[in-house]
């Protein structure tokens, strides 16, 4: 299938709003999760900071669990037996994920079905090819003229079967070839954003979980330094580098969940829209050619 035959393709979420006239719901989704993250890792850090000077394990436990219950997602147990939880819940995430596992489910059925069609069409088409070219050869030669009469009448009826039944076939590959590419690549991608995505999360909860750990090694040992902007050039004791090298790991790979998260937001809205156009204009192929316009 050529280009020319396919729908020109639109290049972001923005120019497909403006050309379906619709207000779309991704900046919502995309600041609303932003937001929740923000408060919940401004939280987050400042129980981390203000913790240090905290004296008593007690005290650390209890703001560290009512941390664990003001996050609330719970995902497991890890080895110490208590509930590991997501830093921050992510509603908008799981959504969209949800909204491209299903559109690839769907158009790995019909792309089977499309297919298995396309395939028997063209298996009738060469058969009654055959049988055209057969009727029509042995009917000029055939002596007998009622015989040859209705010989060269049904090759010349298969012949015009195998006529129309060409641009049907014709359409259906191109249809399929469309649901082909849309799956493997559009569909595809945001699949590898969704598996990115998800590792991330893990990642950012299991620095999360570290950090928790050590703002609570870290005030128990006495350290008074923590919860201030600290210089460069300031000593830190061994517990104090990892509390700070875990806090910048922590940060980091909030970033990278954040990116890939609001990622996975914009391309469940862009493939929703390009269906709406690119798969509706497809669609509309087919169901002119069923419809004999």
């Not at 993250?37 to 650390?60: C, E, G, H």
């Not at 509390?243 to 996975?264: D, P, R």
Request: a negative charge; aromatic letters at 8%.
């Amino acid at each position: 299938m050529s280009g020319s035959d396919l729908p020109a393709p639109v290049a972001n979420v923005t120019e497909l709003s403006t050309s379906l006239g619709k207000n779309t719901l991704e900046v919502d989704k995309k600041q609303s999760f932003i937001d929740r993250m923000d408060v919940a890792v401004t939280a987050f850090l400042q129980n981390a900071k203000s913790n240090v000077a905290l004296r008593t394990p007690q005290a650390v436990e209890s703001n560290f669990r009512i941390f664990r219950q003001w996050s609330a997602e719970k995902i497991g147990k890890p080895s110490d037996g208590e509930c590991q939880v997501h830093v921050t819940s992510q509603p908008e995430v799981d959504e969209a994920a949800d909204e491209v596992k299903a559109m690839y489910s769907y158009f790995s059925e019909i792309e089977e079905l499309v297919l298995r069609h396309s395939q028997q069409l063209k298996a009738l088409n060469e058969t009654e090819a055959g049988l055209a070219l057969f009727f029509q050869q042995k009917g000029y030669q055939e002596k007998i003229e009622e015989i040859s009469a209705m010989s060269i009448d049904i090759g010349k009826t298969f012949s015009e079967n195998v006529k129309q039944r060409s641009a049907q076939l014709n359409t259906m590959e191109q249809f399929g070839e469309f649901i082909q590419t849309f799956k493997n690549k559009a569909i595809q991608d945001s699949m590898d954003t969704s598996k990115r995505q998800e590792t991330s999360r893990i990642e950012f909860d299991a620095f999360a979980h570290k950090l928790s750990l050590l703002q609570r090694s870290v005030s128990l040992s006495g350290s008074t330094v923590l919860g201030k902007d600290l210089p460069p050039s300031l000593d830190l004791t061994p517990v104090e580098k990892e509390f700070e090298h875990a806090k910048g790991q922590f940060i980091t790979s909030k970033a990278k969940y954040q990116n890939l998260s609001t990622a996975m937001i914009d391309k469940a809205v862009l493939l929703e829209m390009k269906r709406d156009v690119d798969y509706r204009l497809h669609l509309e192929k087919v169901w002119r050619l069923n419809h004999g316009k």
